[in-house]
Every structure is written in structure tokens, then in C-alpha cells.
């Protein structure tokens, strides 16, 4: 059995680790009900803005479409991979990891994969294949949509340059804060929508259907990377409130576990310095 001195030391150690883990556990808490009201007021207008343009676009000439829908051979793939700055998240990180490779293993498999890191994780995850186009990781410093619609610009830039044939983002949806969905969303080419039935309606364009989609597409696909990067922030936090939340669970029984063996070590300790004491005392009158 470990001395007394031992015992003490560790739960103390434990002490110390279920402060900062407790503290973590708040400070993601705080954070986390800022970016769930982000995300969750954000979420409708992102939805109703990309139905409304995959409405519009499926109504246009084959002919007439945009540059951004241009459906061609993919031999170059570029992944934007979204993950955090900082660990102590649980799973969060790995899992984003692991659908990347995943996807440059298998779906990917014969093409020419590259990568995007947003969050220093990614960047540290996939800089030592050399196909890291950029490092975004300063994005969290600052996430303001301006600072989002310079990288989408940018990403709309490549695919009308014909650098890459096909755009995905990879990221953690948030549900709640102790589930994270891993989501795979095509980016460029805005794909197709299959239109059912009659698609005349009553509505009056000004100044026309194409004018107005070729305004909306660079918007929405700013707006869903943004929404990509304002889900896996809050899902960030609602994971590592989780994590820290479990964390000082398990710290809590480890020291309570350690205090228990720390009494019965005393009590022993103590129980024979009795036993040796009335052995002596024996041994006197004898």
C-alpha cells in the first residue's frame, strides 16, 4: 500500500485537476449559450436563402446556368476541413479527422486531394502531407462574416479558375450540447435540384431570374460557410462543456476513492503503532 505522504500528494493533484476542469466546464457553458443563439437565429435565414436559390436555378435554361454550378470531371478536390483551435474536447477534433481521411481514402481515392485547415487542429493534422493550400486557424479570433466571406470568396475564386473541380466541407453540426452531428456538404458545384411536376408560379421577377440568382449564389455560399463555421463553434463548446463536465466527474470519484484509501491506510498506520505500544508494554511487565 502507497504511504501516507503518496496518498496526500495525489489527492491533492486530483484536487487541483477537478478546479481546472470544473472552471473549463463553466467558461464553455458561458460560451456556449452565446454561440447556440448564434447558430439557431442564423439557421433560417441560411436554409430559406439556399432553398430559395436551388428554387430559382432549377427553373433556368441548362444554358443559362452559373459558373458555380459547372459540373465537370473531378480529378482535383479541395476538403475544407473545420475543427477548433484548442483540444479538451472530446471527440470532437478526431472525429473531423477521421471523416477527412476517410473521404481521401475511399470516396476520394483516385483524385487529387487538398485541404483547407480551419482550426489549428486540422492544420496540424494534415500539414505533413504537404497539401495544406491554407492555414485559417486566426479565423476564431475574429468570426465575423466579413472575415468568412473573404475565405468564400477566395474558395469561388479557385473553382472559377478551374483549380480544383470539386469543394466539400467537412464540420460538426450542432444538436445539442452533448451531441455533434460530422456533416460532409458539397460546396461547389451547387448541385442540381431535381425539379417535380409544373414549376410556373406567380411570381413576378425584377429585374430577372438570372440576374437575381447570379447575385444570390456568391451570397449563399458565403452564408452556408459561415453556417458551417458557427455550427462547429458551438458544437466546440457544447463538446468540451461535455468533456469537462465528465472530466470532473471522474476527478470527484478518483479523489474520493483516494481519501477512502488514504483513511484506511492512516487507520492501519495507527492500529499498529497500538499494537506495537501494548506489545512493549507486554514485554515490560513480563
Do not use: C, W
Not at 33 to 44: E, G, N, V
Not at 65 to 76: L, N, Y
Not at 94 to 107: A, C, H, P, R, Y
Not at 258 to 269: D, I
Amino acid at each position: 500500500m502507497a504511504n501516507l505522504k503518496e496518498i496526500r500528494n495525489r489527492i491533492t493533484s486530483v484536487s487541483s485537476t477537478m478546479q481546472i476542469t470544473s472552471a473549463m466546464k463553466m467558461v464553455s457553458a458561458a460560451k456556449l449559450k452565446k454561440a447556440q443563439d448564434a447558430i439557431t437565429a442564423m439557421r433560417p435565414y441560411a436554409d430559406k436563402l439556399t432553398e430559395l436559390l436551388q428554387s430559382l436555378s432549377a427553373t433556368l435554361d441548362a444554358d443559362s446556368g452559373s459558373a458555380f454550378s459547372e459540373q465537370r470531371e473531378v480529378r482535383k478536390v479541395l476538403i475544407v476541413a473545420i475543427t477548433s483551435n484548442r483540444g479538451l474536447a472530446g471527440a470532437f477534433n478526431s472525429n473531423i479527422i477521421k471523416e477527412v481521411n476517410n473521404l481521401t481514402t475511399n470516396t476520394y481515392a483516385n483524385k487529387d486531394v487538398s485541404y483547407l485547415a480551419i482550426g489549428k487542429k486540422a492544420n496540424d493534422a494534415f500539414k505533413r502531407t504537404n497539401k495544406v493550400i491554407a492555414n485559417e486557424s486566426a479565423l476564431f479570433d475574429d468570426l465575423t462574416f466579413d472575415n468568412v466571406a473573404e475565405i468564400a470568396q477566395s474558395l469561388m475564386d479557385k473553382f472559377v479558375a478551374r483549380e480544383f473541380d470539386k469543394i466539400v466541407v467537412v464540420y460538426n453540426k450542432f444538436k445539442n450540447a452533448a451531441t455533434q452531428i460530422v456533416t460532409t456538404e458539397q460546396f461547389l458545384p451547387i448541385l442540381p435540384v431535381e425539379v417535380e411536376g409544373n414549376t410556373t408560379s406567380d411570381y413576378i421577377f425584377e429585374p430577372s431570374k438570372l440576374e437575381i440568382v447570379e447575385q444570390l449564389i456568391p451570397k449563399s455560399l458565403k452564408t452556408q460557410l459561415y453556417k458551417g463555421i458557427r455550427d462547429s463553434y458551438a458544437s466546440e463548446h457544447g463538446a468540451r462543456m461535455t468533456a469537462m463536465h465528465k472530466a470532473t466527474d471522474n476527478a470527484t470519484e478518483l479523489r474520493d476513492q483516494l481519501k477512502l484509501t488514504y483513511n484506511k491506510a492512516r487507520q492501519a498506520a495507527i492500529t499498529n503503532e497500538i499494537l506495537e505500544i501494548v506489545g512493549g508494554a507486554e514485554a515490560l511487565n513480563n
